[in-house]
């Protein structure tokens, strides 16, 4: 019975090629439209290479820009630019989200060249054992420190310190060069004066991407992913015209493998706008957390007082004053003074720009000041964004 299914699904037309091409990790052949930054990244670089300098940069843009990507296939190019050169440079990336505490970073690193016990070092001692074995191999080290912000967020600046002093006190200068990842320059502020201008002094930002820009990137990425003419062209379109709110690729490519799957769940061969509209039904892009994450505290605090209003009340819209009255109960929960009348309104309007809130105006009073303006999410559950907000601010106040 078992085998018969096993057989019959195996059986069951597919109209990928290789769906793997389209998750999130997996590494491209090619990045469209980064040339310029890439050769930025390159100049920054030149003397790490050419006179053993180490250096330090930092790369910004929101959510699926490319950070992390670009990083990946700079540190490659970087490394093999090296040993033609006859120089060791390792390229190592760390997700310091995922890793979360500075010694499970400096674990990480000091793991790739050495065999230590996982307890009884400090991070500073592993990182001085680590840049050791640098000097010893006459060995360079180029670090991707990714989603750095969220990591000094919660863990404060002193492993960033460490990595850039560490060179100075060990007389090493130069063996690891940083490359720092950030969703904006905003995090620099927590930092030391002279820490925040080595960054500054090199960044390199990566706008939103266009849609233009997306529909090329996922053209690419269908040759690798889907059978040879399956996705209409429509179909990419679409998709791309829904990602470029957020310029994120990342959204494009997942909406586009979430589109193959339907159709192959209707056993279609050709994916369809009808499959991307689907699919967009499913991933609710208006509140993913990476778009809400964007939001400042109080935006998000009004964003949450909005859900619950819609939600309690079973009604299609909020009137301000409404709103003003959810907000002021959801500020005492999370233990933060309600913003004035004018602030608040602030905050509906960028998230009306990002797409989470329908702003209509229905009463004559003057704009942003009427009592009569309704505000409504649009085509998603409440529920979800609701739930959103609250593990983004239950999140929020643990860090
Ligand atoms: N220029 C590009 N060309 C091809 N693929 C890209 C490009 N930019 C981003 N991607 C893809 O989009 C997704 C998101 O990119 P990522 O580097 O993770 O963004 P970020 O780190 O800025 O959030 C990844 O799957 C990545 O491979
Ligand atoms: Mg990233």
New binding site residues.
Partial sequence: MFREIFEEELARKTVFKDPGKLL?D???KA????DEEFRQLTRVFRPAIESRVGQRVLIT?S????????AMKFGEELAAAAKKRDMRLDFIHINCRKQRSPHMIMQELANRYLKLPPRGFSPEELLKESTRWLEKHDAYLALALDELDFFIQQNGPDLLYSLTRSGEELGALGRISLLAIARDQSFLRSLDAATQSTFMHNVVQLDRYSAEQLAD?MN?RVKEAFKVGVVEDDTVSLIADIAARWGD??LA?ELLWRAGMLADNEGTSAVTPEHARKAKAEVHPEVRKEALGELQLHEQLALLALARRLRISERAYALTGELETAYRVVCEEYGEKPRSHTQLWGYLKRAEELGVVDLRFTGKGRRGLSQKISISVPDVPVAVLEGELERLLKARSKA
């Fill in positions: 999130p997996y590494v491209p990045l469209v439209h980064r843009g959510v699926g820009v490319g950070k992390t990507v670009l990137i690419a690729a990342r490519l």
